[in-house]
């Protein structure tokens, strides 16, 4: 995929995230990329102003892709023969079943039992907070971003407190 084609998407996903709140990981999976920091002395920030920094398609290690949904992994399961990573949700979809070619053994079935290896790379990432339009200025490692969308982001949907239901 060409770089034009690269931003004209990320724009679309950019603007389509610009007021929505994410309150998981799993919501916040479409704009990972967009959230990305790039620590090195080459960042390259090809998004509208809203978004800090983005990494391109080949400055991401694409073991940390899913070949499924193509965004970074969530909640990662690994084949137990060839060790290829996908997220959970979209081994699901593929009934826990490696699509590999010449593959079709089984998904771990716990998500993040993945070789040690990948883990490390997937919190090597650092992200800023998917709600920074909203306000959240936090900076997190892969590991701290589903925690934090859940419970600590200043920036996400609270229940009333008068137990109305309402946000």
Same mark, same amino acid.
């Given at each position: 995929? $060409? /770089?034009? %084609?690269?931003?004209?998407?990320?724009?679309? =996903?950019?603007?389509?995230?610009?007021?929505? #709140? @994410?309150?998981? !990981?799993?919501?916040?999976?479409?704009?990972?990329?967009?959230?990305?920091?790039?620590?090195?002395?080459?960042?390259?920030?090809?998004?509208? $102003? /809203?978004? %800090?920094?983005?990494?391109?398609?080949?400055? =991401?290690?694409?073991?940390?892709?899913?070949? #499924? @949904?193509?965004? !970074?992994?969530?909640?990662?399961?690994?084949?137990?023969?060839?060790?290829?990573?996908?997220?959970?949700?979209?081994?699901?979809?593929?009934?826990? /079943?490696?699509?590999?070619?010449?593959?079709?053994?089984?998904?771990?079935?716990?998500?993040?039992?993945?070789?040690?290896?990948?883990?490390?790379?997937?919190?090597?990432?650092?992200?800023?907070?998917?709600?920074?339009?909203?306000?959240?200025?936090?900076?997190?490692?892969?590991? /701290?971003?589903?925690?934090?969308?859940?419970?600590?982001?200043?920036?996400?949907?609270?229940?009333?407190?008068?137990?109305?239901?309402?946000?």
């Amino acid at each position: 995929m $060409n /770089q034009s %084609t690269y931003s004209n998407q990320l724009q679309m =996903i950019s603007l389509t995230h610009q007021s929505k #709140v @994410c309150n998981s !990981i799993e919501e916040a999976q479409p704009i990972l990329r967009l959230c990305l920091t790039n620590l090195g002395q080459n960042s390259v920030n090809t998004i509208p $102003n /809203q978004y %800090t920094s983005i990494l391109s398609d080949n400055e =991401i290690d694409q073991n940390l892709v899913c070949p #499924v @949904c193509k965004f !970074i992994v969530v909640k990662p399961v690994e084949c137990q023969d060839c060790q290829y990573i996908i997220c959970f949700k979209c081994a699901q979809q593929t009934g826990m /079943q490696c699509q590999e070619k010449d593959c079709g053994e089984q998904f771990t079935s716990k998500p993040g039992r993945i070789h040690k290896l990948y883990r490390v790379m997937l919190n090597q990432l650092e992200f800023r907070c998917p709600n920074q339009m909203m306000g959240c200025q936090a900076l997190l490692k892969y590991d /701290q971003l589903d925690d934090h969308l859940q419970h600590e982001c200043e920036s996400r949907d609270r229940p009333c407190p008068n137990g109305c239901g309402s946000d």
